[in-house]
C-alpha cells in the first residue's frame, strides 16, 4: 500500500522533502470494516494549510501521518454490512492507494449518474463551497453584480454559473487570456479580468460600473483590496479563501482599505463548507438539474498517475496549472 505521509512542517512553499513515500502491506479488514482501492485523489487549496501547526477548523496533518485528502475508493473487501466489494465510495480517505474504513464520513456514490471525479468536484466539496458561500453567506439576489476571484479553479466556476443561474451579471477574475476566454465564452460569464496582464482596479471600473454587490474571494492580497474599492451599497465580501497568502513566510497581507465597508455599509464573512454537511444532499439535488439542463458545465482537470505525484500535482494548485476541479486519478 503506496502512502504519502508528511515528514516535515513546510516553510513557504511545500518541498519534495517534506513528503515521505512509503509502502506497507495492504491491511484485511476487521469486523464492520471494508478495504476500498483508491480511483481519485482530490487535490485542494486548503491542504497547504492542514500541514502548518496553528489552530484552524481542523486539526493540522501530524508529522509521520497519511496526508489528509478527500477521494473516490472502490470497495474490494468488506466485512461491513453496507459496504460490497465494487461499490463506489467518496469520503476524507488520504494520500493512499488503499484505506481500511469503518465507513465513519463515508458516502456511496452513483457512478451511473455522473463520474467519480465529479462527485470531488461540482457535487462535492467545491461545488457546496459555491452554492452555501454564495447564496447564504453572500444573500445572493436577482440582478445582481458579482464578482468571483480564483473564477477559472473548481469553486470559482461553479460560484459564475451558480450566479448566472440565479439571474446575475458575473465577472471572474483569473490568470492569463485562455481562462478568461474559458470563462466568457464557454462558461457564461459577462465578462472576465485577467489579472496578470491588466490593472484590476481599471478594469472593475469598466466591468462593474455600478459596483459590486457580491465578492466571493478566493485568492486575497491585492486582488481583495481592488474589489474592496468598488463595493456597492449593502455589498458582501464572501471570504471563501487566499490562496495568494497560503505560502507566506510573512503574515497574511490583510485588507489595506477596509473602510470601504463602512462607507458602503457593506459585510464581510469567513465560512467553512463543512458547516453546511446537513444541506448537501439538497445543493446536490439542484447543482444535478442545472448540469442537467446545461446551466452549469462541469470544468475537470484531471492528471493520470499514482500516489507518488501527489506532491507534484499539488503544486499546480499554486502555479495556476490547473483549470477547474484537479484531481489525480491512479492508474
Ligand atoms: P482552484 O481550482 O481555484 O485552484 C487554485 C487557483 O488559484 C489556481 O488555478 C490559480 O488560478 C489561483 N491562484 C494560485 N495562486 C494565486 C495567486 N497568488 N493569486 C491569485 N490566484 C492564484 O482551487 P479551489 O477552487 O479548490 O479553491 C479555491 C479557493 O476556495 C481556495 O482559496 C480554497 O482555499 C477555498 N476553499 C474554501 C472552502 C471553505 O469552506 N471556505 C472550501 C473549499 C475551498 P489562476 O491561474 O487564475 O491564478
Same mark, same amino acid.
Given at each position: 500500500?503506496? #502512502?504519502?505521509?508528511?515528514?516535515?512542517?513546510?516553510?513557504?512553499?511545500?518541498?519534495?522533502?517534506?513528503?515521505?513515500?512509503?509502502?506497507?502491506?495492504?491491511? %484485511?479488514?476487521?469486523? $464492520?470494516?471494508?478495504?476500498?482501492?483508491?480511483?481519485?485523489?482530490?487535490?485542494?487549496?486548503?491542504?497547504?494549510?492542514?500541514?502548518? =501547526?496553528?489552530?484552524?477548523?481542523?486539526?493540522?496533518? /501530524?508529522? $509521520?501521518?497519511?496526508?489528509?485528502?478527500?477521494?473516490?475508493?472502490?470497495?474490494?473487501?468488506?466485512?461491513?454490512?453496507?459496504?460490497?466489494?465494487?461499490?463506489?465510495? !467518496? /469520503?476524507?480517505?488520504?494520500?493512499?492507494?488503499?484505506?481500511?474504513?469503518?465507513?465513519?464520513?463515508?458516502?456511496?456514490?452513483?457512478?451511473?449518474?455522473?463520474?467519480?471525479?465529479?462527485?470531488?468536484?461540482?457535487? +462535492?466539496?467545491?461545488?457546496?463551497?459555491?452554492?452555501?458561500?454564495?447564496?447564504?453567506?453572500?444573500?445572493?439576489?436577482?440582478?445582481?453584480?458579482?464578482?468571483?476571484?480564483?473564477?477559472?479553479?473548481?469553486? /470559482?466556476?461553479?460560484?459564475?454559473?451558480?450566479?448566472?443561474?440565479?439571474?446575475?451579471?458575473?465577472?471572474?477574475?483569473?490568470?492569463?487570456?485562455?481562462?478568461?476566454?474559458?470563462?466568457?465564452?464557454?462558461?457564461?460569464?459577462?465578462?472576465?479580468?485577467?489579472?496578470?496582464?491588466?490593472?484590476?482596479?481599471?478594469?472593475?471600473?469598466?466591468?462593474?460600473?455600478? $459596483?459590486?454587490?457580491?465578492?466571493? =474571494?478566493?485568492?486575497?492580497?491585492?486582488?481583495? =483590496?481592488?474589489?474592496?474599492?468598488?463595493?456597492?451599497?449593502?455589498?458582501?465580501?464572501?471570504?471563501?479563501?487566499?490562496?495568494?497568502?497560503?505560502?507566506?513566510?510573512?503574515? !497574511?497581507? /490583510?485588507?489595506?482599505?477596509?473602510?470601504?465597508?463602512?462607507?458602503?455599509?457593506?459585510?464581510?464573512?469567513?465560512?467553512?463548507?463543512?458547516?453546511?454537511?446537513?444541506?448537501?444532499?439538497?445543493?446536490? #439535488?439542484?447543482?444535478?438539474?442545472?448540469? %442537467?439542463? +446545461?446551466?452549469?458545465?462541469?470544468?475537470?482537470?484531471?492528471?493520470?498517475?499514482?500516489?507518488?505525484?501527489?506532491?507534484?500535482?499539488? #503544486?499546480?494548485?499554486?502555479?495556476?496549472?490547473?483549470?477547474?476541479?484537479?484531481?489525480?486519478?491512479?492508474?
Amino acid at each position: 500500500n503506496r #502512502q504519502i505521509r508528511l515528514a516535515a512542517r513546510p516553510v513557504g512553499e511545500v518541498k519534495a522533502d517534506d513528503w515521505e513515500h512509503r509502502s506497507e502491506p495492504v491491511e %484485511e479488514p476487521g469486523l $464492520g470494516c471494508f478495504v476500498g482501492r483508491t480511483r481519485m485523489i482530490s487535490l485542494d487549496p486548503a491542504m497547504r494549510g492542514w500541514l502548518d =501547526d496553528r489552530p484552524s477548523y481542523l486539526p493540522p496533518v /501530524g508529522i $509521520g501521518e497519511v496526508m489528509r485528502a478527500g477521494s473516490v475508493i472502490e470497495v474490494t473487501a468488506s466485512q461491513h454490512p453496507e459496504y460490497r466489494p465494487g461499490d463506489q465510495v !467518496v /469520503g476524507t480517505f488520504g494520500v493512499q492507494e488503499y484505506v481500511v474504513s469503518d465507513g465513519k464520513g463515508a458516502v456511496k456514490i452513483d457512478t451511473s449518474l455522473a463520474p467519480p471525479s465529479t462527485y470531488l468536484g461540482a457535487l +462535492g466539496m467545491p461545488g457546496m463551497t459555491a452554492y452555501f458561500g454564495l447564496l447564504d453567506v453572500g444573500a445572493l439576489k436577482e440582478g445582481e453584480t458579482v464578482v468571483v476571484s480564483g473564477a477559472a479553479g473548481a469553486v /470559482g466556476t461553479m460560484v459564475g454559473q451558480i450566479a448566472k443561474a440565479k439571474g446575475c451579471r458575473v465577472v471572474g477574475i483569473a490568470g492569463g487570456p485562455d481562462k478568461c476566454a474559458l470563462l466568457t465564452d464557454e462558461l457564461g460569464f459577462d465578462a472576465a479580468i485577467d489579472y496578470r496582464a491588466e490593472d484590476v482596479r481599471k478594469a472593475l471600473r469598466r466591468e462593474a460600473p455600478d $459596483g459590486i454587490d457580491v465578492y466571493f =474571494d478566493n485568492v486575497g492580497g491585492d486582488i481583495l =483590496d481592488a474589489a474592496l474599492t468598488r463595493l456597492a451599497m449593502h455589498a458582501r465580501v464572501v471570504v471563501c479563501g487566499a490562496i495568494s497568502q497560503y505560502n507566506n513566510e510573512t503574515p !497574511v497581507k /490583510g485588507p489595506s482599505n477596509y473602510l470601504t465597508l463602512l462607507v458602503r455599509r457593506a459585510r464581510m464573512e469567513g465560512f467553512v463548507v463543512f458547516d453546511y454537511a446537513k444541506q448537501y444532499a439538497r445543493a446536490a #439535488q439542484e447543482i444535478s438539474a442545472w448540469i %442537467e439542463d +446545461g446551466r452549469i458545465k462541469v470544468k475537470e482537470h484531471v492528471v493520470r498517475g499514482t500516489v507518488d505525484d501527489f506532491p507534484e500535482t499539488l #503544486q499546480m494548485l499554486f502555479r495556476g496549472e490547473n483549470v477547474g476541479k484537479l484531481v489525480l486519478e491512479l492508474a
